[in-house]
């Protein structure tokens, strides 16, 4: 299996209606990663009006979002299915709507079922936002389970 098919395979296993990158989820985002030169995961998307907060920015629940979903995508084509345990992000500059960005993330570390990653979110050449994470893989049995059941502490 090609590391896009895995990443493919995986994103539509356990995110097919995800607001962030699910196919079936036609009132999201649309995210479509891809492989980065550094061998983390990147994508393209456009800040639509729709997503801004104070008038001309992009709203920072939308730029958590993007990066949380970057560092998703990054565990998934390492064929791992995690979830957040903790993140912390600085915003550095605001993010224009109605222009593009990047989002780039890459694994750090690895320690039994815990991973931190990073991400960045760019527009044009300037470092708008930035991450550092830490993820908890996750059992298909934890993964299938009811919504309401509760995901085990992070001990970190």
Not at 11 to 39: E, I, K, Q, W
Not at 70 to 85: D, E, N
Request: charged letters at 20%.
């Amino acid at each position: 299996m090609t590391i896009k098919a895995g990443l493919s395979s995986l994103s539509m296993a356990s995110h097919a209606d995800c607001y962030a990158c699910g196919r079936n989820n036609r009132d999201g985002f649309g995210l479509v990663f891809r492989t980065s030169p550094s061998g983390g995961v990147e994508a393209d998307f456009y800040c639509d009006l729709k997503y801004q907060g104070y008038p001309g920015f992009l709203q920072g629940g939308v730029v958590a979002t993007l990066l949380d979903s970057a560092m998703t995508h990054c565990l998934f084509r390492r064929g791992v299915v995690a979830m957040t345990g903790r993140m912390h992000i600085q915003f550095k500059k605001p993010v224009h709507v109605g222009e593009q960005v990047r989002i780039r993330a890459d694994l750090v570390q690895q320690r039994g079922s815990l991973y931190r990653l990073w991400a960045e979110l760019t527009q044009g050449n300037s470092v708008c936002a930035k991450t550092s994470a830490t993820f908890m893989q996750i059992s298909e049995r934890q993964r299938m389970g009811s919504p309401t059941k509760q995901i085990p502490k992070i001990g970190i």
